[in-house]
């Protein structure tokens, strides 16, 4: 085995938005996918990798258009990047079925990211980008039943026997703090704003706060206030938990350079 | 009759289980529902989706039914021979006997 060298970005403010938005989807995707063969019921692990491969495909189409700017292909984007590199929010690097996560959290985080990605890709339709907002076009069939599917286990659970309503708030107290990062702008966003590529992040609350806030007082959860912590995945910086993420991502092509089915 | 230990389990665990739901796809619009398999879940809406993600995952449909399995009364298959088999020798129920006039074409 030959192990590859990795890729380095310098991505213009454009790319930086589309890395971080296919980057969130990718990493998500991933996360999800540990859940195969341990859904709690046999319908719901298909739901699961449903929905993994339309983030898989959204990815995808990011990850190609944005490379294509910066000479690199989606795969080569994917596989060959080192931790730094990535854009994707924290929130979704982290433990999602182990580190005494369980299937709460995977449920409050798929219905959170769905209204987001949803709310994003409604206002990226109007993208002055054309390909972008073909790309939007096709994703936000896909993030409204996304939102609709979540929305139906966060208030199962959150409405429902003790102990699934206690997981579902402990779910909400360990989400929430991860939740800033994806409404708060930087010049990433101002440029993006300014040259009609997308909405800044800040734009996105109010859509999504009134997606979202039903159906939480449909699961009888709080809200909880508003903390000083940030997380800052999309510049670059990630957890603890994302090099392992990575690892097994990419394990493959790091080890069989250009290796394919 | 008091109901057996057995008996008494079944139903215990039956309450437990969520039902069964027997899920129904229309390919195409203008065809009929056609009946594809079944699943378990706890109440109609989540029946629903199960249903769109388990059965139409390849383009199999742009409709779904869900019925819940026990709202559906069968004929007992003790009855076949009774209910089914007097149609066996009743070949001029079929249409093959009647000649199309060249005019009406393919049907």
Same mark, same amino acid.
């Given at each position: 085995m030959t192990a590859v060298a990795s890729i380095e970005i310098k991505a213009a403010p454009a790319q930086e938005y589309l890395l971080r938005i296919g980057? /969130?989807? +990718? =990493? !998500?995707?991933?996360?999800?996918?540990?859940?195969?063969? !341990? #859904?709690? =019921? +046999?319908? *719901?692990? =298909?739901?699961? /990798?449903?929905? %993994?491969? &339309?983030?898989?495909?959204?990815?995808?189409? +990011?990850? /190609?258009?944005?490379?294509?700017?910066?000479?690199?292909?989606? &795969?080569?984007?994917? $596989?060959?990047?080192? *931790?730094?590199? $990535?854009?994707?929010?924290?929130?979704? *690097?982290?433990?999602?079925?182990?580190?005494?996560?369980?299937? #709460?959290?995977?449920?409050?985080?798929?219905?959170?990211? %769905? #209204?987001?990605?949803?709310?994003?890709?409604?206002?990226?339709?109007?993208?002055?980008d054309a390909e972008v907002a073909a790309i939007a076009g096709k994703a936000v069939k896909e993030a409204r039943y996304h939102v609709a599917h979540a929305a139906e286990w966060v208030v199962r659970l959150g409405d429902g026997t003790d102990e699934s309503a206690r997981r579902m708030a402990r779910a909400v107290e360990r989400t929430w703090p991860y939740l800033a990062e994806l409404f708060e702008d930087d010049a990433v966003d101002e440029a993006a704003e300014r040259a009609g590529l997308g909405p800044r992040r800040s734009a996105l609350r109010a859509d999504w706060a009134a997606l979202v806030e039903p159906v939480l007082a449909d699961a009888r959860l709080a809200v909880p206030e508003a903390g000083q912590f940030r997380s800052t995945g999309m510049r670059g910086v990630h957890s603890e938990h994302f090099g392992y993420v990575l690892a097994e991502m990419q394990v493959l092509q790091r080890s069989y350079p250009g290796g394919v089915w | 009759m008091t109901p057996s230990k057995t008996d008494q389990a079944n139903a215990q665990a039956q309450a437990r289980e969520w039902p069964l739901w027997e899920v129904f796809v229309r390919a195409k619009a203008g065809l009929d529902h056609k009946h594809c398999g079944s699943l378990h879940a706890p109440d109609p809406t989540m029946a629903l989706q199960m249903a769109r993600e388990v059965y139409t995952r390849r383009q199999e449909g742009v409709s779904v039914w869900v019925v819940r399995s026990d709202q559906i009364i069968a004929s007992d298959p003790a009855d076949k021979a009774m209910l089914f088999d007097p149609m066996e020798d009743k070949v001029y129920r079929h249409p093959t006997f009647y000649e199309l006039p060249p005019e009406v074409g393919h049907m």
């Amino acid at each position: 085995m030959t192990a590859v060298a990795s890729i380095e970005i310098k991505a213009a403010p454009a790319q930086e938005y589309l890395l971080r938005i296919g980057d /969130t989807c +990718l =990493i !998500h995707a991933q996360r999800l996918a540990e859940w195969s063969g !341990h #859904a709690p =019921i +046999l319908e *719901e692990d =298909i739901a699961l /990798t449903n929905l %993994a491969l &339309d983030l898989v495909g959204q990815a995808r189409a +990011l990850l /190609t258009h944005a490379g294509a700017a910066l000479g690199y292909d989606e &795969d080569q984007l994917a $596989f060959l990047r080192d *931790e730094r590199d $990535f854009r994707n929010a924290t929130l979704v *690097e982290l433990p999602s079925r182990k580190g005494g996560r369980d299937f #709460a959290d995977l449920a409050l985080r798929n219905f959170v990211l %769905a #209204a987001w990605l949803n709310v994003l890709w409604a206002k990226l339709e109007a993208s002055s980008d054309a390909e972008v907002a073909a790309i939007a076009g096709k994703a936000v069939k896909e993030a409204r039943y996304h939102v609709a599917h979540a929305a139906e286990w966060v208030v199962r659970l959150g409405d429902g026997t003790d102990e699934s309503a206690r997981r579902m708030a402990r779910a909400v107290e360990r989400t929430w703090p991860y939740l800033a990062e994806l409404f708060e702008d930087d010049a990433v966003d101002e440029a993006a704003e300014r040259a009609g590529l997308g909405p800044r992040r800040s734009a996105l609350r109010a859509d999504w706060a009134a997606l979202v806030e039903p159906v939480l007082a449909d699961a009888r959860l709080a809200v909880p206030e508003a903390g000083q912590f940030r997380s800052t995945g999309m510049r670059g910086v990630h957890s603890e938990h994302f090099g392992y993420v990575l690892a097994e991502m990419q394990v493959l092509q790091r080890s069989y350079p250009g290796g394919v089915w | 009759m008091t109901p057996s230990k057995t008996d008494q389990a079944n139903a215990q665990a039956q309450a437990r289980e969520w039902p069964l739901w027997e899920v129904f796809v229309r390919a195409k619009a203008g065809l009929d529902h056609k009946h594809c398999g079944s699943l378990h879940a706890p109440d109609p809406t989540m029946a629903l989706q199960m249903a769109r993600e388990v059965y139409t995952r390849r383009q199999e449909g742009v409709s779904v039914w869900v019925v819940r399995s026990d709202q559906i009364i069968a004929s007992d298959p003790a009855d076949k021979a009774m209910l089914f088999d007097p149609m066996e020798d009743k070949v001029y129920r079929h249409p093959t006997f009647y000649e199309l006039p060249p005019e009406v074409g393919h049907m």
